[in-house]
């Protein structure tokens, strides 16, 4: 049963939908106080369809990211008392608490690591808002974390370009069903654990 391959055929049209930038540019705001998506799954497509505009849809990112990320400080900064019932019933809680002692921590590196690494960036964005830290360190902390990781995704992407879209073509599936099956066996480990 081909399932992954369709959505593959259809992610690569949208990436070079004539629209696709706002989207992008959107979704990049969006996940950095509030939305679980990260943005990497359209810059890639994009920046693999476009290898010509990879630096273009990098910086679009790394920029409507840090914007975000200045909405989600705001958020934390004047609505945290609100927030915080939403977030912990959310499951954030945990993300949060994380977030603070890296703070306590490390500082602004906390902020540079949060936005290159995997970890939900928008915990830090409100727990940087909501502990108050500087405003000035927080956005430069932001566009160094999110465009580090922006930047290495289109142009990974780029290079691979046409070859890269063929192979994953080819290999989607296998991926696909791959990555499936690990989520079950996270799923099911910490069903046991």
Known sequence: ???????????????RHPHASRYLAALSFA???????PPDVMLAPM?????GQALR???????????????????????WELLRPWVEGAGLGEAYTKAQAWFSAYGVWAVVVAGFSPIPYKAFTIAAGALQMALMPFVVASLVGRGARF???ALLMAWGGARLEKQLYQWIEGLGWAAVGILGLIVALRAWG
């Not at 996940?31 to 998506?37: D, G, I, K, M, Y």
């Not at 920046?47 to 290898?51: D, K, R």
């Not at 400080?73 to 609505?79: H, L, N, P, T």
């Open 57 to 79: 849809l990098a910086l679009l990112t790394t920029v409507a990211s840090v914007l975000g990320g200045v909405a989600g400080y705001g958020i934390g900064w004047w609505g």
């Open 151 to 153: 930047f290495l995704v």
């Open 1 to 15: 049963m081909r399932v992954f391959t369709p959505l593959y055929t259809r992610t690569m049209a949208w990436a």
């Open 47 to 51: 920046a693999m369809a476009q290898p």
């Open 31 to 37: 996940e950095s106080s509030f939305f679980p998506v």
